[in-house]
């Protein structure tokens, strides 16, 4: 009873568009489902439907969306004892042109998308068939690497663990690739390739560097590698972010190598901005390991430059989508969404 009147409270914070019909998955043989394929219940769906994904030892595979839809697993937590995630190889987002469908507006939310060796993890990826996804969530999951292929417009990062990179596809100002991209509060290696329209970096937590990349507003993150950050970054306004290496990017590319505002000498353009720090210690509670899940080990202390800077608290639990505590929390498999659905907005 109690599971689904909080399932319920959640279906009343979607949006209008998002009140279709509900459907439950389990590749888990005995367990109360109405599909065991999250394929089949995307057959069977009708856009704006919600598709509930039960954890399981047994990863889901790969997906074909091809209709807006949202879809939630039961998130993830560093304690194996807790339950199982919903697992994910891959989703590609495309249209069905006999159907009149398109994956755009869909929502992916609390999903791990395990690595695998000796394969090309391409984990979310657009389908190059001349056709546009745009406004696409991405939410609350444990990501290696996203392709950009084709076109795509208005996506929102928001709250994830990306190990790997998001490659948006657009190392040029071409008519393909990622546009209008934007990244709050997540805890991200690298994003590289977006130099189509507009980028949105805010309040993230930035392991590696940015690359290839124009016409960004990069505010309020936290860089934490120790060597250069951006490589050929450019007409992009940078503000209240830190930097605990001293280098922003090589002196052949940049005439004040220890600053963000700084004019990037191999194509002749500044980066412009204010409030920016290289070369500082962040301040966090407890320096990053191997091990982030909960995102906890980059609260920032009380004594940290990053904390209330011009007004902002830089990184990720500051700004409009604080990191949860408990976004990954989680929980027992036989009542498997009441504390991530209710945690979800």
């Not at 039960?54 to 004892?81: A, C, M, Q, T």
């Not at 209240?240 to 290496?245: D, I, M």
Request: net charge negative.
């Amino acid at each position: 009873m109690i599971k689904n009147i909080l399932i319920l409270l959640y279906l009343f914070m979607l949006p209008a568009e998002g009140l279709g019909a509900k459907f439950m998955v389990s590749n888990q043989a005995g367990v109360e489902r109405d599909f065991s394929s999250i394929q089949s219940a995307i057959e069977h769906a009708s856009p704006n439907d919600t598709i509930f994904v039960k954890g399981s030892p047994i990863n889901y595979g790969n997906v074909l969306l091809e209709k807006r839809l949202v879809i939630i697993g039961e998130g993830f937590s560093g304690d194996i004892h807790i339950g199982h995630t919903s697992k994910l190889t891959r989703i590609l987002f495309t249209s069905n042109p006999y159907r009149r469908t398109i994956s755009s507006g869909s929502k992916i939310i609390g999903f791990e998308f395990p690595y695998f060796p000796g394969q090309r993890p391409n984990i979310i990826t657009v389908a190059n068939d001349n056709v546009k996804i745009e406004d696409v969530t991405i939410e609350r999951n444990w990501l290696w690497f996203v392709d950009v292929v084709g076109s795509a417009e208005n996506w929102v990062f928001r709250n994830n663990i990306i190990r790997g990179w998001v490659d948006g596809g657009a190392k040029e100002n071409t008519e393909a690739g990622a546009a209008g991209f934007s990244f709050h509060n997540n805890i991200i290696n690298s994003l590289i390739g977006f130099r189509r329209g507009t980028l949105l970096v805010e309040n993230n937590i930035i392991l590696g560097r940015m690359k290839d990349v124009t016409q960004a507003q990069v505010l309020n993150n936290i860089f934490t590698r120790d060597e250069y950050v951006l490589e050929d970054v450019y007409r992009s306004r940078f503000q209240n972010n830190f930097s605990s290496g001293d280098k922003i990017g090589i002196e052949t590319c940049y005439d004040q190598p220890a600053k963000f505002e700084s004019k990037h000498l191999c194509s002749g353009e500044y980066n412009n901005g204010n409030g920016n720090q290289t070369g500082v210690d962040p301040g966090f509670v407890y320096w990053p390991t191997n091990d982030i899940m909960g995102g906890t080990v980059f609260k920032l202390s009380e004594s940290s430059p990053a904390r209330n800077s011009m007004g902002n608290e830089a990184g990720i639990f500051g700004g409009k989508y604080p990191f949860p505590s408990n976004a990954f929390l989680n929980p027992e498999i036989a009542d498997p969404f009441p504390s991530f659905v209710t945690s979800i907005y």
